[in-house]
């Protein structure tokens, strides 16, 4: 839309532009056009034409005499006139119609600016800069350079159709009147309330763990498992579901925050309600763990300014699945919004990121290993709870009671059992099948042997109850009730849709998702525990270890963001040789390239990221060769026709 409007706009103005353009030229020395390089959105250098309204031998800009006023002695007559109409701003209807620029957003900077701007202030990269802003109808000029970063903040998070046409309204009557009378600066309050959204509490990391449903088990288990374990001392943990659960109790115990939202599914409003909550305080990290619907909150998250946005696949799908191919149709996109990218286990990985998947991180689905060891207590008290004999063998799952767990299967399976077998169907639980489950249960005849437990805060308990565990699902990741039932050293009857990745014991079967092969698998598969504690910490699956790396990612993730928050890619001649690397465009280039040509270049200076350790080569420097380092502060005016450029390949 703004493309066209820039047309229609541009085939209107156009004699007006060459007028204008004709005026300059004549006023004074110099081409009509001033072409400037400034940063766009997501800091994207854009070529911003403007009318030149300056004498051209004051084009050369800094920033400690940055000419906002109309008045200044270095503005041409013609200049004057056209900065009060806003005339010269008419030529980025290119800009707009080239998609750098918009009809109203925050007015593009020069990335000298930079080394000056807080956190908060970036945030105004999130949206297309624009030809007028919400600080050009609040006084603009007569505003504090802090004050006009809140307005462009303020449009970025609430931005709307609305909004655009009101700026353009009263972008009219600041032409009529001037900027004077529009004058309108934030309370000290307003403004330490959106810098306070973002910065992290007492300087902590900032993490949003999106959930979804945490009614079901898997991956509210894997979540909590985690945060459990890990040393939160320097964060600030938030927790996004679909709504009041039992798991909210123990959230508020651990002094996380809980935000309900609606379930993405229903896009429109869960995109609303997860935008405004991100719009109320800054976030460092979000993980989202809702695989391929994780699409939708980590865009949201781009646009609000969220450096470091984790992917984590937790599963795969089934064509049985009636939403499989909206999920293999979303799933191509799980990349795009993502920073880092997680999975359970390779072949989540592959599933949800293809090729790329080789590079995910792989963050076991980790439990407590001693809190799932098998126990002669627990096993006799739930047998008595549930009027199980101690001497009958149970079979047990515990899983959602979902299509994608296809209990059906395990029912009919059970029923298929020689009756002299004197087993019980343990199953722990719940789900939108289960009345239908019930049902079937019963008109199998197999009632009075099947144990309905429902949701279950205690699961380790009931492992211990079971003799062997089974679950015949259509599609999955790498379930952590596997890892559970293994640590409780129980044989496992697994369908082949579940990786064979977890198989970390040796009594560990797979079979087909069918009934009969069911049956049978369960009848192949009885035998006793096995002690598999080791095999399990070997393989990464004590959660006090894995917890430890979660913290670690977190942290280094946090780092590469701030790091890389203000670079640049720029490229430069050292010692003959070319160098190509990534950097913020205020460091002191000319001592640090003197200091490299000293050097005799910047080997084991640049990362494997292409990030230049600017400090660690000027302190290895400083300490090597102290009156080096004191020459080139002296003299470091000889190195000046060094160049350093930005490299826009």
């Known amino acids: 839309m703004d493309r066209l409007l820039a047309f229609l706009a541009l085939c209107v103005t156009f004699p007006l532009i060459l007028l204008i353009a004709l005026i300059v030229a004549i006023d004074s020395p110099g081409g009509p056009f001033l072409l400037q390089k400034r940063e766009g959105y997501k800091k994207k250098t854009i070529t911003v034409i403007k009318f030149r309204t300056m004498y051209s031998k004051n084009e050369t800009f800094d920033i400690d005499h940055a000419v ?134 007492e300087g902590r990391i900032t993490v949003g763990e999106v959930i979804g449903n945490a009614e079901l088990g898997g991956v509210k288990s894997v979540v909590t498992n985690y945060l459990d374990h890990m040393d939160l001392s320097g964060f600030d943990m938030h927790i996004f579901t679909y709504g009041p659960s039992a798991a909210d109790k123990h959230f508020a115990e651990k002094g996380w925050t809980v935000h309900y939202l609606p379930n993405f599914i229903k896009f429109p409003l869960a995109k609303r309600a997860f935008r405004k909550e991100l719009s109320l305080r800054h976030y460092d990290i979000i993980h989202s763990h809702l695989t391929s619907l994780s699409l939708f909150p980590l865009k949201e998250a781009q646009k609000a300014g969220v450096d470091v946005r984790i992917c984590h696949a937790h599963s795969t799908t089934s064509p049985k699945e009636r939403v499989s191919v909206v999920k293999n149709y979303l799933k191509r996109f799980s990349t795009k919004y993502a920073t880092h990218l997680c999975a359970c286990g390779k072949k989540s990985a592959a599933w949800l990121y293809g ?101 279950s805060e205690e699961p380790w308990a009931y492992y211990s109850a079971m ?59 009885c035998g006793g525990r096995v002690n598999n504690t080791d095999k399990l910490r070997e393989a990464g699956y004590d959660i006090r270890i894995e917890a430890e790396k979660l913290v670690a990612y977190y942290k280094e993730g946090n780092r590469d963001a701030e790091r890389k928050l203000r670079c640049k890619v720029y490229r430069t001649k050292i010692a003959g040789r070319e160098w190509r690397f990534k950097a913020p465009p205020f460091l002191p280039w000319r001592v640090l390239i003197a200091i490299a040509e000293a050097q005799g270049g910047l080997d084991g200076y640049v990362d494997e990221d292409g990030y230049l350790l600017y400090e660690e080569l000027e302190s290895d420097y400083r300490e090597k060769d102290p009156d080096g380092y004191e020459s080139i502060l002296s003299e470091v005016t000889a190195t000046s026709g060094t160049k350093i450029v930005e490299d826009r390949k």
């Open 355 to 455: 090729e790329q998947g080789k590079d995910a991180l792989i963050l076991n689905n980790a439990i407590d290993l001693d809190r799932f060891a098998f126990s002669p207590v627990l096993r006799a008290e739930k047998r008595l709870e549930h009027e199980i004999p101690e001497d009958a063998f149970v079979i047990g799952t515990v899983a959602r009671f979902e299509l994608q767990k296809n209990i059906g299967c395990l029912l009919t399976a059970f029923s298929l059992l020689p009756k002299e077998e004197n087993a019980y169907l343990l199953l722990v639980g719940d789900g939108s099948e289960r009345r239908a489950l019930e049902k079937k249960a019963l008109a199998l005849g197999i009632s009075d042997r099947v144990r309905f437990v429902g949701e």
């Open 467 to 525: 003799d062997l565990f089974a679950l015949p699902s259509l599609y999955e990741g790498l379930p952590v009730v596997g890892i559970e039932a293994q640590a409780n050293g129980l044989p496992c009857l697994f369908s082949k849709a579940v990786t064979e990745e977890i198989a970390i014991a040796d009594n560990v079967y797979f079979t087909e998702a069918t009934p009969e092969c069911f049956m049978k698998g369960i009848l192949e598969a």
């Open 68 to 201: 906002i006023g109309d008045t200044d002695s270095r503005v041409t007559r013609v200049g004057r006139f056209l900065r009060r109409s806003k005339l010269d701003e008419l030529p980025q209807l290119i800009n707009i119609l080239k998609g750098d620029m918009s009809f109203v957003g925050p007015r593009p900077l020069l990335s000298v600016y930079f080394k000056r701007y807080e956190r908060w202030e970036f945030q105004k990269f999130a949206v297309l800069p624009g030809l007028t802003g919400l600080s050009q109808v609040r006084g603009n000029g007569y505003l504090d350079v802090d004050h006009r970063s809140y307005y462009d903040v303020l449009y970025s998070e609430k931005c709307s159709l609305f909004m655009d046409i009101k700026i353009i309204l009263l972008t009219l009557g600041v032409i009529f009147r001037g900027e004077k009378a529009f004058i309108r600066e934030p309370s000290p309050e307003e403004l330490s309330t959106l810098k306070y959204r973002y910065q992290s509490p």
